[in-house]
Nanobody, 120 residues
């Protein structure tokens, strides 16, 4: 079993910055992809950014140039540096990971979510 623990959410004024972190722990044989999704009230959960084991990175168009994802492989931790925050970035941010707990199969895991509120 794998656990994802998020931290770094909070409230900030528009134009400010926050850094989210997500630490994976438990039975980790190897990871496939780890990243962030977000969900604002009344909307569907959407991809923000992901990073895969090969180093490939994806960003939602809405955050390109403002958000940066990175990963500390030794700590099994992924970070999301969020700059130039806008009110429309307000949402609950969820860490997501696809991880092999054995050599044979992977599972998808979600963190409990962390609130990010940007006031204008």
């Amino acid at each position: 079993q794998v656990q994802l623990v998020e931290s770094g959410g909070g409230s900030v004024q528009a134009g400010g910055s926050l850094t989210l972190s997500c630490a994976a722990s438990g039975s980790i044989f190897r990871w496939v992809v780890q990243g962030w999704y977000r969900q604002a009230p009344g909307t569907q959960r959407e991809l923000v950014s992901t990073i895969n084991a090969g180093g490939g990175i994806d960003y939602a168009d809405s955050v390109k140039g403002r958000f940066t994802i990175s990963r500390d492989n030794a700590q099994n931790t992924v970070y999301l540096q969020m700059n130039s925050l806008k009110s429309e970035d307000t949402a609950v941010y969820y860490c997501n990971a696809r991880i092999y707990s054995s050599p044979y199969s992977w599972d998808e895991y979600w963190g409990p979510g962390t609130q990010v509120t940007v006031s204008s």
